[in-house]
T-cell receptor, first 112, second 114 residues
Framework: DAGVIQSPRHEVTEMGQEVTLRCKPI?????LFWYRQTMMRGLELLIY????????DSGMPEDRFSAKMPNASFSTLKIQPSEPRDSAVYFC??????????FGPGTRLTVT | AQSVTQPDIHITVSEGASLELRCNYS??????LFWYVQSPGQGLQLLLK??????LVQGIKGFEAEFKRSQSSFNLRKPSVHWSDAAEYFC????????????FGAGTILRVKS
C-alpha cells in the first residue's frame, strides 16, 4: 500500500491567503485524523472523522480552520484567512477501526 | 484527563550502548499505548503498540517496550543503539472512547555519539 499521502509537502503563503491541505488515507481505513505540530505545543489533534463524518473538532483552533471529508479516500484542511501563527507542520493519519494510526509525511506550512 | 509524560527532553547515548526512554501515562482505563519515531523532516513511524496480553511487546528496528500497570509506565528499550536511531521519539496513549485518538507526550530527542 502507498501509505497516507499528503499534498503539498511544503506551502509558503502570505498572511490573509487561503490555504488548502490535502490527504488521502490508506485504502480501507475508516478513521482519519488531522494533527498540527509546533515547537511550542507539540502534536495536537485538530479533528477526526469516522466513516467520513466529523466526530470531534474540539481541537480546531478557530473558525478560520475547517475540514471536510467528501469521500473515504480524500480529506481537506482549509485555513481562511491564514495568519503567521498558523505556521506549523500538519499531519494526516488514518486507522482501521480506531487501532494504530499511520501518519503521512506532513505538510510544512509557512505563513509570512 | 488523559496525559503522557516523557521526562527526558534530550538523551545522548554512545553507539552500541543500551537505551531506555521513559514514558508515564495517566488514563482511567486499560490503555492502548504506542511509541512512534520521527526523523527530521519526516512523518511519524509506528515502532510498537500495546493493546493487551503480554506486557513486553516487540517492535520494529529492534525496539521493545514493557507495560507496567502498577507504575503507569511504558518504557521503550533497545539493547544496542545504532547511529541511525538518532531521532525524536513520542509515546502516546489512545483514548478508546474517542476512536482511539492519540494523546502524545512532548517527545524525547535521541542523540547517538560515535
Amino acid at each position: 500500500d502507498a501509505g497516507v499521502i499528503q499534498s503539498p509537502r511544503h506551502e509558503v503563503t502570505e498572511m490573509g491567503q487561503e490555504v488548502t491541505l490535502r490527504c488521502k488515507p490508506i485504502s480501507g481505513h475508516d478513521y482519519l485524523f488531522w494533527y498540527r505540530q509546533t515547537m511550542m505545543r507539540g502534536l495536537e489533534l485538530l479533528i477526526y472523522f469516522n466513516n467520513n463524518v466529523p466526530i470531534d473538532d474540539s481541537g480546531m483552533p478557530e473558525d478560520r480552520f475547517s475540514a471536510k471529508m467528501p469521500n473515504a479516500s480524500f480529506s481537506t484542511l482549509k485555513i481562511q484567512p491564514s495568519e503567521p501563527r498558523d505556521s506549523a507542520v500538519y499531519f494526516c493519519a488514518s486507522s482501521y477501526r480506531g487501532y494504530e494510526q499511520y501518519f503521512g509525511p506532513g505538510t510544512r506550512l509557512t505563513v509570512t | 484527563a488523559q496525559s503522557v509524560t516523557q521526562p527526558d527532553i534530550h538523551i545522548t547515548v554512545s553507539e552500541g550502548a543500551s537505551l531506555e526512554l521513559r514514558c508515564n501515562y495517566s488514563y482511567g482505563a486499560t490503555p492502548y499505548l504506542f511509541w512512534y519515531v520521527q526523523s527530521p523532516g519526516q512523518g511519524l513511524q509506528l515502532l510498537l503498540k500495546y493493546f493487551s496480553g503480554d506486557t513486553l511487546v516487540q517492535g520494529i528496528k529492534g525496539f521493545e517496550a514493557e507495560f507496567k500497570r502498577s507504575q503507569s509506565s511504558f518504557n521503550l528499550r533497545k539493547p544496542s543503539v545504532h547511529w541511525s536511531d538518532a531521532a525524536e521519539y513520542f509515546c502516546a496513549v489512545g483514548v478508546l472512547e474517542y476512536g482511539n485518538k492519540l494523546v502524545f507526550g512532548a517527545g524525547t530527542i535521541l542523540r547517538v555519539k560515535s
